[in-house]
């Protein structure tokens, strides 16, 4: 540890000033935080909180409805990352599907739905697409491989969101709610893509400080030391320079822009909001799926994952986590990605449930 | 050449694939008569266990499914404190498996039990309708060893202040099978290997081990809360001193996967006295598979918690087992 992390670690251990809290909102983050023992290192008058900063969990239900139906279609195969097997639409999970005979399988890489495409070009491939600003040039690139080789039988049905207006939602919420967000540790993946004009907007038009972080303990710890002492200022630091440029990557902006528009977009928990998603503009549109109408939500009953997304309970007081809701039988979409605040929450916790998770946040 | 459903009737074409791949392969006096059973010399206390191959790929960087397949049921073996002595094979093949590559997998999985000492004395084969494109090999191999009286090794002998020793670096067999799959390019190597080195040296010099085990699926993790759980004590680890190589830490960051949740097949970790664990850890490290062991943590009483790690970083969190799939099959 060297004298800088030091010290950060000294002032946060110690610190007895005014409560704070700070949301993270990138999943990444939370999984690292968790990885570091941070929460640990922190005075009780410092709350984490994990924001809506993991794909999978914000993904509406109807958008899984439609990946099991055209798994159970005739002649198609849904390709998917593999967390997204085993999320919980309305009704049961893709993995559920491929029981009852759907046609689903999951990729490493969309490299292999290329490969599978080729494998049976009669078969009807639909690749669901989800993810936020860091993996929508991996599908522009996709595209532009499959329009280049003239491979017809891929559709992208998306989910594909952008962050910085489900933030403002989720700041609003919060502040609403009687339990405003004083501080956001900001997406070090998704700024190194957009650059960070629009949080130095946000922090500014919010009033409260954002500090775009790495990923590793040290930076971590030195981005929760920043916040903290920024409180109450509208400011915003980048502290991973060495990836992140103001002006983010262009060459990735580009070949997003290409392909996608900006749209509105269901978030699960948060609703429809304005501006948040991307779509496959209109001259794309053969190899949409039917992305657009998706927005629905119903979660299973009893699921408070929204609430959990938007910082409003902490995983430990949905009365589902830890007995209904586990890692092994998720309920909803927080408990199944690794990077989710319920599984986070219950593995660091040593999946002891509901008791021991509330003593550790 | 391919193994055809005729490999598997019973008749003339599955005597002649028995006796050339693997009654040649794995001759010994036991096997050789081809009874319906073996008739071997016995001990008082026996060790048994049972353990089913279905890696893919079937030959990976630093190993093969032949010789997983001793390593295995010889390590578990081992971890109870006893000599291996004798492994059944029992062998389900689908029909289009190549034959060149059955008898690969035969003589490497003759070559590791000669190498640990043990003799394959019975065996089965089966040949199944085809699944995969090129075929495929699932082995069994139930293992038995000797146990002397006097030496007890188990869960249930780890004390408070014990001190548990790694025998190397976590998650190479994992990386290594995970990279094949994905087609990655780098120099990850599985670590499958017999333990009998780094087990009889220990034991043979008298070190009060109390408990060992083999970190192989579910990783680390899941074996230490096991232990913890079984014997009502936590266990406290220190990050810093958990060795990874550079080649799986650097995949492990890429792929979001966590050395301690990975598979091993050729590490082991040994619940020592305290008194011992210092010259445990040196003849660990004198053997060809222990270079880099190290002492990783202890045994306290329980408090309130299994397992328990400080992080390089200063701050603490508690290990859970793996829960949920973590990666199929690899083992």
Not at chain 2, 185 to 201: K, R
């Amino acid at each position: 540890m060297n004298g800088s992390t030091r010290q950060a670690a000294d002032f946060l251990r110690s610190y007895d000033g005014a409560k704070i809290r700070l949301m993270e909102v990138c999943g990444t983050h939370t999984a690292e935080i968790s990885a570091n023992g941070i929460p640990s290192m922190l005075s009780d008058r410092i709350r984490l909180i994990s924001g809506p900063g993991c794909p999978v969990c914000v993904t509406v239900s109807s958008y899984i409805d439609r990946l099991i139906e055209y798994s159970m279609s005739e002649n198609t195969t849904v390709l998917t990352f593999g967390d997204l097997l085993r999320v919980p639409g309305s009704g049961g999970s893709l993995a559920d599907a491929i029981a009852r005979g759907g046609r689903a399988e999951y990729v490493y890489a969309p490299s292999r739905v290329i490969e599978r495409a080729l494998e049976e070009p009669d078969r009807s491939f639909i690749f669901g697409a989800v993810g936020f600003e860091t993996t929508a040039p991996v599908y522009a690139m996709l595209l532009e491989e499959l329009l280049q080789r003239g491979i017809r039988n891929v559709r992208l049905l998306t989910s594909l969101k952008t962050m910085p207006a489900a933030i403002r939602a989720v700041a609003r919420l919060a502040r609403d709610a009687g339990e405003p967000v004083d501080a956001f540790l900001a997406p070090g993946h998704v700024c190194a893509v957009t650059g960070t004009a629009d949080y130095a907007a946000l922090a500014k038009e919010l009033q409260v400080p954002f500090v775009v972080s790495g990923f590793g303990g040290e930076e971590l710890l030195a981005a929760i030391y920043a916040l903290v002492k920024l409180r109450g200022r509208g400011e915003m630091r980048n502290l991973y320079p060495r990836i992140v440029r103001p002006e983010g990557n262009p060459r990735a902006l580009e070949a997003v822009n290409r392909f996608f528009a900006p749209a509105d977009a269901g978030w699960r928990g948060l609703g429809m909001i304005p501006g948040s998603g991307l779509l496959l503009r209109e001259e794309y549109s053969s190899f949409d799926a039917g992305s657009a109408e998706l927005s629905e939500d119903r979660p299973a009953a009893g699921c408070r994952c929204g609430e959990v997304l938007t910082g409003r309970i902490t995983p430990g007081e949905c009365p589902l986590y830890g007995t209904a809701c586990t890692p092994v039988r998720p309920v909803g979409a927080c408990m199944v990605s690794a990077e989710g605040g319920c599984h986070t929450a219950y593995v660091s916790s040593g999946g002891k449930g509901r008791k021991k998770e509330a003593d550790l946040t | 050449m391919m193994v055809t459903m005729a490999h598997g009737s019973g008749g003339e074409e599955t005597e002649k694939l028995i006796r050339e791949i693997f009654a040649a392969r794995f001759d010994n006096p036991w096997l050789s008569g081809l009874e319906d059973a073996a008739a071997v010399p016995g001990s008082q206390r026996l060790a048994m266990t049972t353990d089913s191959f279905v890696v893919r790929p079937l030959e990976f960087p630093g190993g093969d499914l032949g010789k997983l397949a001793v390593c295995g049921t010889v390590n578990d073996l081992l971890m109870r404190g006893a000599v291996p002595k004798y492994l059944t094979a029992g062998w389900i093949l689908e029909a289009g498996t190549d034959l060149a590559l059955l008898e690969r997998i035969a003589a490497s999985m003759a070559d590791t039990a000669a190498e640990a000492g043990v003799q394959i004395v019975a065996g089965d084969t089966k040949v199944v309708e085809n699944v995969h494109e090129d075929g495929g090999i699932v082995i069994n191999t139930a293992g038995v060893g000797f146990l002397r009286e006097d030496l007890e090794v188990s869960a249930s002998r780890i004390r408070p202040g014990d001190q548990v020793i790694l025998s190397g670096t976590l998650g190479d067999h994992h990386a290594a099978i995970q990279s094949a799959r994905m087609r990655l390019d780098n120099d990850i190597c599985s670590d499958v290997a017999l333990l009998t080195e780094p087990v009889s040296i220990m034991l043979g010099a008298g070190i009060r081990v109390h408990a060992m085990r083999d970190v192989t699926r579910g990783g680390l993790a899941t074996i230490l809360n096991e232990f913890a759980r079984d014997a009502h004590l936590t266990i406290k680890l220190e990050q810093e001193t958990i060795p990874v190589s550079p080649a799986v830490r650097n995949l492990c960051g890429i792929l979001g996967l966590d050395p301690l949740t990975m598979g091993n097949e050729g590490k082991f970790i040994a619940v020592v006295d305290p008194a011992d664990a210092e010259q445990a850890l040196e003849l660990i490290r004198g053997t060809s598979c222990g270079q880099q062991a190290a002492v990783i943590g202890k045994l306290t009483e329980w408090v309130d918690t299994d397992v328990i790690l400080h992080t390089s970083l200063g701050g603490t969190r508690v290990v859970a087992p793996l829960t949920g799939e973590g990666l199929p099959r690899i083992c």
